[in-house]
């Protein structure tokens, strides 16, 4: 009776995920429209014109988000532009040459540099010999926020004391009060990983997104820190609580954007992670359907050298558990879904290159 019963579990679960799971693909886009870490029609033209050798188009995007005071834009920007440079600096290379003192071009140029010291092996050494590059970048444009989301990276990875980095964060909040990147930084920091707790880090998401604006990605924050807290292993039923509260307010975020708009790619990517964590699977492929197209390597690289594939696993399997748990009027558990959070230990302290911002 007892394997009768188990075989018609797993024959009614396997029934009810040939039956619903084509039906939940509503919605998403397939497997080879989904693109990842793509940028947005600002940034693309650029992004071509430098690989050509061109520089004009990237610092004619960077002086209007630094006329404007798009800081966020800028930040963006700044780091996807470095990036494309950490493999192709010839375009950078030539920007510094025809205009050294532009404060968009010494901004890159430090990021690029602050990038290359993280993925060095003597990193905290290297970091020290960039110091001057963010402080030029930072002297440039003295308005400007984000030269000093690079100090507060660059601090965390020099090890500065935490008197040091409250002197970093207060120039940086001066500039900008609710710069989500300057917020990021400082998460970081904070995170038991490098120079805090787990308490301190969700005290200070909490309080930060509680004082933004609504709408402001800096809600976003403490779901980040519910990340730190997921990847370091074993969660109490408090902490379990906080982590869930944190995902609700991101979701209340997520909704005030369209779907399938790039802005917020990145929060629901995360969003997304943790409700797999959680085992929300309704909820979590809501978020697939929001993200649409835009896949976004963080957070999945915390558990993949594989980003992309990790998303499209991760989606599946969030699909296939929804249609398993879903009621045949309208067997066995998949880990694809589970692999997302999987070895979560595994890049909890490991410091990726490339991703010091992130």
């Given amino acids: 009776m007892v394997r009768t019963m188990s075989l018609l579990r ?15 693909a509503d919605g998403l886009p397939p497997d080879d429209a989904v693109l990842l870490d793509a940028p947005d029609g600002e940034l693309g033209p650029a992004l071509v014109a430098a690989a050509l050798g061109d520089h004009e188009p990237a610092a004619k995007l960077l002086a209007t988000t630094r006329g404007a005071a798009e800081w966020e834009n800028r930040d963006r920007y700044v780091m996807r532009l470095a990036a494309f440079a950490y493999s192709r600096p010839d375009w950078l290379v030539g920007w510094l040459a025809a205009s050294p003192r532009d404060p968009d071009a010494l ?61 970093l964060w207060e120039q940086a909040v001066r500039r900008s009060s609710h710069h989500y990147g300057c917020h990021v930084a400082a998460l970081r920091y904070l995170s038991a990983v490098w120079h805090g707790s787990h308490r301190e880090c969700f005290d200070f998401a909490e309080r930060a997104a509680e004082d933004s604006l609504p709408g402001s990605l800096v809600q976003a ?6 990340l730190t807290l997921l990847l370091a292993g074993a969660v109490t039923g408090v902490q379990g609580d906080r982590i869930d509260a ?8 997520s909704a005030r954007y369209r779907s399938g708009d790039p802005w917020p790619a990145e929060v629901r990517n995360l969003l997304a992670y943790v409700l797999i964590a959680r ?16 896949a976004t390597s963080f957070p999945w690289n915390r558990v993949s050298d594989d980003p992309l594939g990790q998303f499209l ?46």
């Fill in 279 to 294: 085992g929300r699977w309704n909820e979590a492929l809501e978020q697939f359907r929001a993200i649409g197209p835009y």
């Fill in 221 to 226: 924050l403490p779901v980040r820190a519910a």
């Fill in 107 to 167: 901004l890159v140029k430090a990021e690029l540099e602050v990038r290359r010291a993280w993925g060095a092996p003597a990193s905290v050494e290297r970091l020290r010999e960039v110091g001057p590059l963010v402080h030029a970048a930072a002297e440039a444009d003295p308005r400007d926020p984000v030269p000093w989301r690079l100090a507060l990276d660059h601090a965390r990875g020099t090890h500065a004391t935490h008197t040091a980095f409250e002197a």
């Fill in 313 to 358: 696993e991760a989606r599946d399997g969030v699909r296939i558990e929804v249609a398993s748990s879903t009621p045949l009027r309208g067997g066995r558990r998949i880990r694809a879904a589970g692999t997302a959070v999987a070895g979560q230990g595994r890049a909890a302290g490991r410091a990726l290159p490339g991703d010091h911002y992130a």
């Fill in 246 to 253: 944190a995902a609700d307010r991101a979701a209340e975020l």
């Fill in 10 to 24: 797993a024959l009614i679960s396997t029934a009810r995920m040939v039956r619903h799971t084509p039906r939940l």
